[in-house]
């Protein structure tokens, strides 16, 4: 027989044990020193394995009775777990696990040995004794496991416009289009209470890593964003009446009516930032278009109206553009960093609207500068833009995080740039939608 691997998500491998989000870096190792700070006696090890490729055969369970085990890759790949609810071949699945993750195998479990696909490297494996230390092994009926078929896998662009881009041709002539952006994504974050395995903590300034422990100061600081930092920056875009789009999480929204309801009487631009702050590139193909789907449904609901566009959080799978265009209703989405303008690619021979993001001019370069400083960097870039704009108009997308530009220490920084840009004649402050719509109606696809 054969068992085809999936990608590992915390919900299929909810059965089984838990998935743990690991550094993507070497502080690996010392999150896993981490991990062993627990009442529970724990043994700290660690193991080589060598790389292998699909398809392999699994012969051999193992199990630990009176123990769990959380295995994190230190200097690998992609690896494989293979899991099992019985002492049998017919129960078995497999996941492949992507880079910087790790994942807990429940107490009882039947498993088969580590293997990684992409390249021979080190695990550190940490034994939670509960008791006895010992392990149980079963031979099988051989199983296959093989890999998924390969979905057609997106082309890269690294032309573009080949240094000849159209001309945008902006309303009123701007040299500049300039779209603000706030990202409102707390409470549809990673969580334990979520199950999923862990409390996040990126994009916060908490600098610590709890594993698998709730971190309720992580919790507090997404928290601040929602009850505190959005309304400053809500403030502030009414009081200069300063048109913005709102990256929106579903859950997001369903979770805080009174933003929810900011949002729908001040009119703002919404834009699909997917159903949760979650990450699309791992999620398998039938996961994510559940996902879209039911951040949809959601907002319909909540905001009356499907999102227009869509932007996955840091960036799509390989699969995202296409099952956007396979659902339907979205007109452009942004899950791109490469160009100054919107540009057509091609999904399944129809065309598609891409209007692209920025993470240069985001306000998660505050975690590594000042709020002076950031705001020079953006002053400068939308003046860089602006003069070259009187030959190429360009537009510029900046990010913002109530969590953080929305804390006072920060806040500065977003008052100096809008101060800045509330004196220019020759920019275009203005909606991802609006862009969109614009680009469609001057630049339609050739």
């Known amino acids: 027989m054969h068992v085809n691997a999936q990608?590992?998500?915390a919900e299929a491998f909810a059965p089984f044990g838990q998935v743990v989000s690991a550094p993507q870096d070497h502080g690996r190792r010392s999150f896993a020193d981490g991990l062993s700070h627990d009442d529970r006696p724990v043994v700290l090890s660690t193991s080589h394995v060598s790389?292998?490729?699909l398809p392999l055969e699994v012969r051999r369970l193992e199990r630990h009775p009176h123990s769990s085990q959380t295995f994190v890759p230190l200097d690998v790949g992609r690896w494989l777990v293979t899991v099992s609810t019985s002492a049998t071949a017919t129960d078995l699945r497999a996941f492949v696990v992507a880079p910087g993750t790790a994942v807990t195998i429940g107490r009882g479990v039947w498993h088969a040995g580590l293997t990684a696909l992409d390249r021979s490297g080190q695990f550190a494996v940490l034994m939670w004794k509960d008791g006895s230390t010992d392990d149980e092994f079963v031979d099988i009926e051989p199983v296959q496991i093989t890999a998924e078929p390969m979905a057609v896998q997106p082309p890269r662009d690294l032309v573009g416009y080949g240094g000849r881009p159209p001309r945008a041709d902006w309303p009123g002539g701007a040299r500049l289009a300039i779209n603000l952006v706030v990202n409102v994504e707390e409470g549809s974050e990673p969580s334990i209470g979520d199950g999923d395995g862990y409390s996040e903590n990126r994009l916060t300034d908490s600098s610590m890593n709890l594993g698998t422990t709730r971190d309720l100061a992580a919790e507090g600081l997404f928290e601040y964003g929602s009850?505190?930092?959005f309304w400053r920056i809500h403030r502030a875009l009414q009081e200069r009446r300063v048109p913005a789009t709102m990256f929106a999480c579903a859950v997001a929204l369903e979770r805080n009516p009174e933003i929810t309801r900011a949002i729908v009487e001040a009119d703002y631009d919404v834009c699909s930032h997917g159903y949760r702050w979650?990450?699309?590139r791992t999620?398998?193909?039938g996961e994510e278009r559940h996902q879209i789907a039911a951040a949809v449904r959601s907002f319909r609901s909540t905001l009356g109206f499907q999102p227009p566009g869509w932007y996955c959080r840091y960036g799509p799978s390989t699969n995202t553009r296409r099952l956007l265009v396979e659902h339907g209703g979205f007109g452009y989405d942004s899950d791109a960093y490469n160009d100054d303008l919107p540009y057509w690619t091609d999904v399944g021979g129809s065309p598609h609207l891409v209007v692209p993001?920025?993470?240069?001019?985001?306000?998660?370069k505050l975690f590594d500068m000042g709020a002076r400083d950031w705001a020079d960097s953006l002053c400068d870039t939308v003046d860089v833009l602006r003069r070259e704009g009187a030959e190429r108009p360009a537009m510029l997308s900046i990010g913002l995080h109530p969590?953080?530009?929305g804390q006072p220490a920060?806040?500065?920084?977003?008052e100096r740039l809008l101060d800045h840009v509330a004196g220019l004649t020759d920019v275009w402050l203005t909606t991802r939608r609006a862009i969109a719509d614009h680009w469609t109606q001057t630049r339609p696809p050739s």
Request: net charge positive.
């Open 7 to 9: 990608p590992l998500t």
């Open 51 to 53: 790389g292998s490729t």
């Open 227 to 229: 009850r505190v930092g």
């Open 278 to 280: 979650v990450n699309h």
């Open 283 to 285: 999620m398998s193909e």
């Open 357 to 364: 993001y920025s993470l240069t001019t985001n306000d998660a």
């Open 403 to 405: 969590r953080i530009v």
């Open 410 to 414: 920060r806040f500065v920084g977003l």
